[in-house]
């Protein structure tokens, strides 16, 4: 005989219930009137919006109207003292109660319409289906959504910091680009320089002639689209002009050439946040607000994209795990991701094999790091990433499959 859920022997539950959708059937499921269903769905959601940028004047005028309709501003307490200086404000409330707040702030003056404006593209943003579409200078287009997609790593080093670099050999590229195709990868990912804690810059001109032969011998093996893991322009040119589809800049387009190029070839971009360069990210990093800053930092990088010409559905964005960042910033950054959607980007998520991992794992070397890579992986797509960069191509498709299954309801 089934175990009955309800009763009075059953204790009181906490419902995890991520979208409006789900608050609905557990709403049948109870047997409320179908009426009842569509008024009460939007209060079982419930959101925090963070807001920058209200001047002190402004904050006490925006605490009263979210306290009109149910709802909470935090505000820094400052904010009373200085009327003239920006807060941020931390809006708490349910769907329904902050769209109701967005309504009242759409007339008000001292920049308080701007914040209505904001909350209601973070929340539109928020809820958005993952469908997505890049279309590549070829005419191509790579379309995510229904699942994640998985980008194999080829790294064209010598010194990579996973043990996989294969060097300036275009046949083995070929060959591991092929089997990455073959175990289900979506993408391939070339570098010819190594980005790893430590790494001394590159020559462009020894990247290039490091690159260029194992990008033909790749597009040569396989139709998948690939991007160029670079970010220096001169590189990105040649590649794209050999083949490569997508830049992949670790900058995030911190040279203005760069986004110019991008926009001048129409290929889409990979913008990755980054505290310090490769050389210098792992000495101490250190943030304030760690999701906050990254947030920041992701959200100016897009939109030097779009004023370089690039329109904002072409940039897929990577939080930089690992880049700049001690063992507790990634595993917070990996926890919070779902924060990064508000930005409405494709998200781009690389853990594998890194050291967090290595170090969660008592040590272990990056070839030993599959399973710890896998959590990961799943745990990354449960919190919004569209696409995972991994070494294990094979191991990861499936690790996403089953989590789409889960997270996204998938079926092959």
């Given at each position: 005989m089934p175990e009955q859920s309800s009763g009075p022997g059953v204790p009181a539950?906490?419902?995890?219930?991520?979208?409006?959708?789900?608050?609905?059937?557990?709403?049948?499921?109870?047997?409320?009137?179908?009426?009842?269903?569509?008024l009460m769905a939007p209060k079982g959601m419930h959101l925090n919006i963070m807001v920058q940028g209200i001047p002190g004047r402004a904050a006490q005028v925006l605490k009263q109207e979210a306290l009109a309709e149910g709802a909470e501003a935090a505000i820094p307490w400052q904010a009373g003292e200085s009327p003239e200086q920006a807060f941020p404000a931390l809006l708490m409330g349910t769907r329904e109660q902050l769209l109701a707040l967005q309504r009242r702030?759409?007339?008000?003056?001292?920049?308080?319409?701007?914040?209505?404006?904001?909350?209601?593209?973070?929340i539109a943003r928020a809820e958005r289906t993952r469908s997505?579409?890049?279309?590549?200078?070829?005419?191509?287009?790579?379309?995510?959504?229904?699942?994640?997609?998985?980008?194999?790593?080829?790294?064209?080093?010598?010194d990579s910091f996973s043990g996989d670099g294969i060097g300036r050999e275009p046949e083995a590229a070929a060959r591991l680009a092929r089997e990455m195709a073959e175990a289900g990868a979506d993408l391939l990912d070339l570098g010819a320089e190594s980005t790893r804690p430590g790494a001394e810059p590159v020559d462009g001109e020894d990247e290039i002639n490091r690159l260029l032969p194992c990008l033909e011998a790749v597009l040569a093996a396989t139709d998948l689209p690939i991007s160029v893991d670079t970010y220096k322009p001169h590189v990105a040119r040649s590649a794209l002009g050999a083949g490569a589809s997508i830049i992949n800049d670790?900058?995030?387009?911190?040279?203005?050439?760069?986004?110019?190029?991008a926009a001048e070839w129409q290929a889409p971009v990979i913008l990755m946040h980054m505290q310090g360069t490769p050389k210098t990210m792992q000495q101490a990093p250190h943030y304030d607000d760690l999701l906050g800053e990254v947030f920041a930092f992701l959200a100016r990088a897009l939109q030097r994209a779009v004023a370089a010409g690039i329109p904002d559905s072409q940039v897929i964005l990577d939080p930089g795990f690992g880049f700049g960042k001690t063992l507790d910033h990634n595993l917070e950054l990996l926890r919070?991701?779902?924060?990064?959607?508000?930005?409405?980007?494709?998200?781009?998520?690389?853990?594998?094999?890194?050291?967090?991992?290595?170090?969660?794992?008592?040590?272990?070397?990056?070839?030993?790091?599959?399973?710890?890579?896998?959590?990961?992986?799943?745990?990354a797509i449960a919190n919004g990433a569209d696409i995972v960069r991994v070494h294990d191509v094979r191991e990861m498709v499936r690790v996403a499959r089953v989590t789409d299954a889960v997270v996204r309801g998938w079926r092959p």
């Open positions: 539950r906490a419902l995890v219930l991520q979208s409006e959708a789900e608050v609905a059937a557990e709403l049948r499921r109870l047997g409320v009137h179908p009426a009842a269903v569509a702030l759409e007339p008000q003056p001292l920049g308080l319409a701007r914040v209505g404006a904001q909350v209601g593209q973070a997505w579409q890049i279309d590549l200078p070829d005419g191509r287009a790579v379309v995510g959504g229904k699942r994640t997609l998985v980008m194999g790593i080829i790294n064209l080093t010598d670790i900058t995030a387009l911190s040279n203005p050439d760069m986004a110019a190029l919070r991701l779902a924060e990064l959607r508000s930005l409405g980007c494709p998200l781009l998520v690389g853990t594998s094999r890194k050291s967090t991992i290595g170090t969660l794992l008592g040590g272990l070397p990056p070839q030993q790091r599959v399973e710890g890579t896998a959590a990961t992986v799943a745990l």
